[in-house]
């Protein structure tokens, strides 16, 4: 007969399991696990969640051991200045926003969150909480102008339709992806971000051109994208 389990559990001393998770703790320092923790986010590219640590081969501890040391894995996170990827509240987002705001010197952006993903919620976290980016910072004291977030927004979904096509997008060429993606702004909500400009589509491409050539895209003469 195989031995029964729960008579193994039962005959634990618990001064005995106690004195050996103390030594199992002991094997990392909190700030050799919080580095860890940092360490994992950076190859990842965001904060990682249990499995993806417990996945990750150079993280050298399991996911348990963090737990072990600060009670919980988003208390581990939060102490090791990275956002719990659930869960996070109202106000943590607003105190990041505000944080990182006296970080920079001025107000945060879409782009800015993205450039620290791992340390800081995303936008689309944001966008889920509030609504948009504007009314987050707005609650963390900003004063941010509508178009400045749809300016960011039409900038984003600019490039990522640039790199589609190959080249930068035409009007029509809006006007179809818009037609295929809702979510999309529409080419008039573009366009009359710069309508009091003469050209106001071609100046919009050439914001799409400086942010894509900032983000190491190669753009030609003839708008082709690279």
């Known amino acids: 007969m195989g031995r029964k389990p729960y008579r193994a559990v039962a005959r634990i001393d618990p001064e005995a399991l106690a004195a050996f998770q103390a030594g199992i703790r002991r094997r990392y320092s909190d700030e050799q696990i919080l580095e860890a923790l940092r360490a994992s986010a950076e190859r990842l590219g965001r904060s990682p969640t249990m499995k993806e640590f417990a996945a990750d081969p150079e993280a050298g501890m399991h996911p348990q051991t963090v737990i072990e040391h600060f009670g919980t894995w988003n208390a581990a996170k939060r102490a090791a200045g990275l956002m719990p990827r659930r869960f996070a509240t109202r106000e943590e987002l607003v105190a990041q926003l505000a944080k990182l705001g006296a970080e920079l010197g001025r107000t945060p952006t879409a782009r800015d969150l993205d450039d620290r993903r791992g340390t800081m ?102 708008g082709g994208v690279f």
């Open 121 to 222: 919620p995303s936008k689309s976290l944001y966008w889920h909480t509030f609504g948009s980016l504007t009314t987050a910072l707005r609650e963390a004291g900003f004063d941010v102008a509508v178009g400045e977030e749809r300016l960011e927004r039409a900038l984003e979904q600019g490039c990522a339709l640039a790199r589609s096509l190959g080249r930068l997008p035409k009007f029509g060429d809006w006007q179809a992806a818009r037609r295929a993606d809702p979510a999309m702004l529409t080419e008039w909500q573009v366009y009359r971000l710069f309508e009091a400009r003469r050209g106001a589509w071609a100046t919009f491409q050439y914001l799409l051109r400086e942010r894509l050539l900032d983000d190491g895209a190669r753009v030609g003469p003839d």
